[in-house]
């Protein structure tokens, strides 16, 4: 694959690019082979990147701060775009707050409270930045990113840019348009209600003690494993076939809270799935559900 074209696009528009990065690196579950490209997206670079990238079909992954991603252990032949550097700028004008694709989730959460601004909450503590809570409508309990959002700006598939509304990007349960390929959020509107900024930090604060009481934060992983059922709950399901604890390697199902798959130290892209294709296959036959992962998996 010649990626020439685009690592010379990447740097005369400002852009960090390196080779034979390792992806382990980057990811909160420290697992990952090497990137063939690693380019660390500058403010303004979308454009031309991503354009170059369309015109020279190039296959390409967009990472952010590296949460709800799995990269095999193998060498990627693809070029890996990180959106984590890319413009970390949040505005307020009134209750809306205008965050970029790089900024932490959790910063947007943090500038919220600071301004009297409820709603988002719910948020605080999800280890994403603003871009991938958007590409796949992130949430937690009982909150969600398209309950707040008014819209989201994203480099398409040709390399233009476009503000889709809310109801254009379609989403659902850890679903978007964005999802379909091709897509990156570039930034997001965010519609908030004025709040009691006590009050607002006491619910932060308590959903805050609650990741910590019941997840397995001291892993490293990359947040659920599995997608909630209709009609169930994943963890509990695995829980109740007695898998808690189930490992193989250094991969295991968290004895904390088995919706999660956790690196208790050195685990493989293997380990990993081995785990989880292991929970599916009891899960299915002892429950009858079919378990889908949220995590994004790349082999």
Do not use: W
């Not at 900024?197 to 308590?206: L, V």
């Amino acid at each position: 694959m010649n990626f020439e074209k685009l690592i010379q696009t990447a740097l005369e528009n400002g852009c960090e690019v390196s080779r034979n990065e390792s992806l382990s690196s980057h990811t909160t579950f420290g697992i990952g082979g090497d990137a063939s490209v690693f380019i660390e997206l500058a403010p303004n670079a979308a454009v031309p990147v991503f354009s170059c990238i369309n015109k020279e079909k190039l296959p390409f992954i967009l990472l952010g701060r590296g949460s709800n991603i799995l990269f095999s252990d193998k060498p990627h032949e693809t070029a890996v775009i990180h959106m984590g550097k890319l413009c970390e700028d949040i505005t307020i004008d009134g209750n809306i707050i205008t965050a970029y694709a790089g900024a932490k989730l959790s910063s947007v959460c943090t500038a919220a409270r600071d301004n009297s601004l409820s709603g988002l909450e719910f948020a605080y503590g999800i280890p994403a930045s603003v871009g991938g809570a958007c590409y796949m409508n992130a949430g937690a309990y009982g909150g969600q990113m398209s309950d707040v959002l008014i819209s989201v700006t994203a480099c398409c598939p040709d390399g233009t840019i476009r503000e889709f509304s809310v109801d254009e990007i379609g989403y659902s349960y850890r679903k978007s348009l964005f999802m379909n390929g091709g897509y990156a959020v570039l930034s997001a509107k965010i519609k908030l209600e004025s709040g009691d900024r006590q009050m607002i930090t006491d619910k932060m604060n308590e959903l805050m003690q609650r990741r910590r009481d019941k997840q397995p934060l001291e892993y490293k992983s990359a947040g659920s494993t599995f997608k909630r059922p209709e009609g169930a709950f994943a963890g509990a399901l695995i829980e109740g076939c007695g898998l808690k604890g189930y490992s193989c390697g250094d991969a295991q199902v968290s004895t904390k809270h088995a919706g999660f798959v956790v690196n208790t130290g050195s685990a493989s892209y293997d380990d990993v799935m081995a785990v989880i294709d292991h929970v599916k296959k009891t899960v299915k036959a002892e429950t009858g559900y079919a378990l889908e992962c949220e995590v994004e998996i790349y082999p």
